[in-house]
């Protein structure tokens, strides 16, 4: 079974993507990889330690890949966390700053019940800002937020700083 470093070796940076000064990390070969894909969903399953998670919560869009398969392991729900107007029931919103104006990210309102043990998931932590409105939302539906886990976390960013949440677990950091 593939392991970390292999994981590694298989994320593709792209300079200037989207915009010039952002080496954005391409997680696409790790998906096109039975292997390395099954891997991935492992480590971070790994993340819940023993804990008997009720809902794998996966933002908005690159993290759903892996909330869900995350869930699958830990038999447990998969909730999404949405960019604002794409949920058609009642949500709860909660906006976040951008590097330029702000963003919108919304939960279903009834996606979670009180007390829950929730895992929330992304692909990549970089400021933190997408994760930590997303925790705003959990706490508003007044989940317990086990952990915070991503694929990759740009450690330059402080994003780590921006979650303030005591388990937050990455498996590459760079
Ligand atoms: P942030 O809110 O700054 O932590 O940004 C996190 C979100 O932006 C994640 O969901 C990533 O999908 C995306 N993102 C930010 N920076 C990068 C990067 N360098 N490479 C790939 N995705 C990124």
Redesign the pocket.
């Known amino acids: 079974m593939p392991n970390a470093a292999d994981l590694d070796a298989a994320i593709r940076d792209v300079p200037d993507f989207p915009k010039p000064g952002?080496?954005?990390?391409?997680i696409t070969p790790i998906l096109g990889d039975a292997q390395l894909f099954k891997s991935s969903l492992e480590l971070l399953a790994a993340t819940a330690g023993n804990t008997k998670i009720d809902k794998v919560v996966g933002?908005d869009a690159?993290?759903f890949i892996f909330a869900a398969g995350v869930a699958q392991i830990l038999n447990a729900g998969f909730v999404p966390v949405r960019k604002k107007g794409k949920l058609p029931w009642t949500t709860h919103q909660m906006a976040?700053s951008l590097e330029y104006g702000e963003d919108i990210v919304e939960i279903h309102a009834d996606a979670i019940k009180p007390g829950e043990k929730i895992l929330l998931v992304?692909?990549?932590?970089?400021?933190?800002?997408?994760?930590a409105a997303s925790i705003k939302l959990l706490k508003a539906l007044e989940a317990d937020i086990i952990g915070v886990s991503f694929l990759i976390e740009?450690s330059s960013?402080n994003?780590r700083q921006a979650l303030d949440h005591p388990a937050t677990h990455s498996i590459l950091n760079y």
Not at 122 to 131: C, I, M, V
Request: zero cysteines; a negative charge.
């Open positions: 952002i080496l954005f990390k391409d933002i690159r993290g976040y992304d692909d990549l932590l970089a400021t933190g800002g997408t994760a740009l960013l994003g």
